[in-house]
């Protein structure tokens, strides 16, 4: 299993992007997706989670801004950013629990920088 997270760049203040994280492999169920960020000298931080019924929690410095979506067919997760702060600038990490034929395990993205310049 793998996840493929990407749609980071640099956006300035104010400005919006999303990102995107797709697992693949021999997945039998995705349970909980979400996202992470780890800004530079800080310990990773949650983010954003949607459970497997649709259900969505924020932290709450992203809550009114950044919107967590996922798309069940094709097992992504989705974050889109609006009105992004300098704040927001971190490598961000997709999460998601997933069922194999063999196990039930977290797995993480590769991270995808977002900087946003002030």
């Known amino acids: 299993v793998q996840l493929q997270a990407s749609g980071g760049g640099l956006v300035q203040a104010g400005g919006s992007l999303r990102l995107s994280c797709a697992a693949s492999?021999?997945?039998?169920?995705?349970?909980?997706m979400g996202w992470y960020r780890q800004a530079p000298g800080k310990q990773r931080e949650w983010v954003a989670t949607v459970s497997s019924g649709g259900t969505t929690n924020y932290v709450g410095s992203v809550q009114g801004r950044i919107t967590i979506s996922r798309d069940y067919a094709k097992n992504t997760v989705y974050l889109q950013m609006n009105s992004l702060k300098p704040e927001d600038t971190a490598v961000y990490y997709c999460?998601?629990?997933?069922?194999?034929?063999?196990?039930?395990?977290?797995?993480w993205g590769q991270g995808t920088q977002v900087t946003v310049s002030s």
């Open positions: 492999g021999s997945i039998v169920s995705v349970y909980v």
């Open positions: 999460h998601a629990m997933i069922r194999t034929v063999a196990t039930t395990q977290d797995y």
